[in-house]
């Protein structure tokens, strides 16, 4: 990642006021953004209906909050309830992002075609059909002929406004929020914190211990009286040879370890190693959905030979990004991890349940 972009990011999700000269552009921008969903919201613009129950899942700021470990936890807890799962990403950096056609993912190691996140949800969603298309109607019209769905789960869709979904999820980042409060470009925020009136469900995502945040609560209860709210933390669940198909314990690795990851928001990659006690030599910091090339490859290999690294470890978002090409790092691990609902689940379980 660029230094300017790394200080840019810094700045966003910080509580500085630093950027103040581009505030004029935020406010045209967040002006826009109020106005397009308003235009929906007073059915100027139709929003259309799937032929399925719908649930969008999304963020109000860019880079990652965890909206995919998101679906991935909704996927498994309705498909134990005997639903028929249907999962919807837009192919966001991959060559399927520029389809208007569904393409079902299938493979493991089809990364730059349909794109990294679809692939993982693929991977780690074994029971549902996962879907890589800009189209999200056309891909749920697909999903319901291919496999007969129940319900659809859509990835990154709170600003689709095109699709009516019946309960829409914001993941909103415990620590961080919404940042410096701020619009694009001064701040982090995709649209106005107001776009909350829309939410049914709030579901908070953190990497550290924590406790229920009552002000926020309050906070966001005065936008949106209505709100649900769960709470989730990452958990380790397992680290993995992909060469070998080995799982390690992470107590029982010893050696230097380099790092690297092309993810938003990368330092919880590396805050979560810390909290293993997995220290790093170097980490290697790449942009989110970044493509690698050969070239990344022996930066990386060069990079762990000059600190004699026992361990390069990774995401799994990164390594599926292009198995094959990633498989060619030396001693290569990834680190997999899931979401645990600390609090909230009661308010979870009830949503599944109604369902069926």
């Not at 002006?31 to 397009?36: A, D, E, H």
């Not at 996140?117 to 749920?140: H, W």
């Not at 493509?291 to 361990?311: C, Q, V």
Request: glycine letters at 6%; hydrophobic letters at 35%; aromatic letters at 8%.
């Amino acid at each position: 990642m660029s230094r300017f972009r790394k200080k840019v990011e810094e700045i966003h999700f910080s509580k500085k006021d630093s950027l103040s000269v581009l505030k004029p552009l935020s406010s045209i921008y967040g002006s826009l953004m109020r106005l397009r969903r308003e235009i929906y919201n007073r059915n100027i613009l139709k929003r259309r209906t799937s032929g399925c129950f719908t649930i969008a899942v999304g963020n109000l700021t860019y880079g990652g909050t965890g909206k995919t470990p998101v679906v991935i936890n909704l996927a498994e807890m309705l498909s134990k309830k005997g639903l028929r799962i249907g999962i919807i990403h837009s192919g966001y950096g991959s060559s399927q992002h520029r389809s208007r056609r569904a393409k079902r993912v299938t493979d493991s190691k089809n990364g730059p075609e349909v794109g990294d996140e679809a692939t993982e949800l693929f991977v780690r969603a074994r029971d549902a059909l996962v879907y890589s298309c800009r189209d999200r109607l056309d891909a749920i019209e697909r999903a319901i002929m291919d496999g007969g769905v129940n319900v659809c789960i859509l990835d990154d869709a709170f600003q689709y406004l095109k699709i009516d979904p019946d309960i829409n999820i914001l993941v909103v980042d415990l620590n961080e929020r919404f940042g410096n409060g701020q619009c694009l470009p001064a701040g982090p925020m995709r649209e106005p914190k107001e776009a909350i009136r829309d939410a049914d469900i709030i579901w908070f995502v953190t990497h550290k211990d924590h406790k229920r945040d009552i002000c926020t609560e309050k906070e966001f209860l005065s936008i949106n009286a209505a709100l649900k709210f769960i709470y989730s933390q990452f958990r380790l669940e397992s680290i993995i040879n992909p060469k070998e198909n080995k799982t390690l314990d992470s107590s029982k690795i010893e050696g230097n370890i380099v790092s690297f990851a092309g993810i938003g928001r990368g330092h919880r990659f590396t805050d979560m190693l810390e909290a293993l006690d997995l220290k790093t030599s170097e980490h290697l910091s790449f942009s989110d959905h970044h493509r690698y090339t050969r070239d990344d490859i022996k930066l990386i290999n060069d990079t762990a030979r000059r600190h004699k690294a026992s361990y390069v470890i990774t995401t799994e978002k990164d390594y599926l990004r292009d198995a094959s090409l990633l498989e060619k790092i030396e001693n290569l691990h990834i680190l997999r991890v899931f979401l645990e609902i600390t609090e909230g689940k009661n308010e979870l379980e009830n949503l599944c349940g109604s369902l069926t």
